[in-house]
């Protein structure tokens, strides 16, 4: 995989999509189980576990997780690629992101 390939997996927040995005791992991985898991966690509904995809934080898929990142939205539009870059970082937002995804991980 090339370095431009790669960096669509760089996401806003600073994890990297393909070690530690457990939403991200469940969907390329086609893992069900872990899908259902994640939808009964996020969605308080097992059944709507097809809504889990993600094609990476800055990936072409037009319907994914990350389309709806508070996150990423709070970046772009301050004109910033990563929010290390803001003046603000870390948030309380972006500090409650990483500890869902830790939870989620586990």
């Known amino acids: 995989m090339e370095f431009i390939d790669k960096l669509k997996f760089s996401s806003v927040c600073g994890i990297y999509c393909e070690t530690e995005c457990a939403i991200y ?9 872990l899908r259902r898991h994640l939808a009964l966690l996020l969605l308080e509904d097992a ?14 898929q037009a319907i994914c997780w990350g389309a709806n990142c508070k996150i990423k939205k709070c970046a772009y539009s ?10 603000n970082y ?5 500090i409650q992101q990483q500890q869902k995804n830790e939870k989620l991980k586990q």
């Open 90 to 94: 870390p948030c309380l937002s972006l």
């Open 47 to 60: 059944e709507r576990w097809t809504e889990i995809r993600c094609d990476g934080c800055k990936g072409e």
């Open 25 to 33: 791992q469940a969907y390329s991985k086609n893992n069900k189980t």
């Open 78 to 87: 301050r004109d910033y690629e990563f929010c290390i870059e803001c003046e």
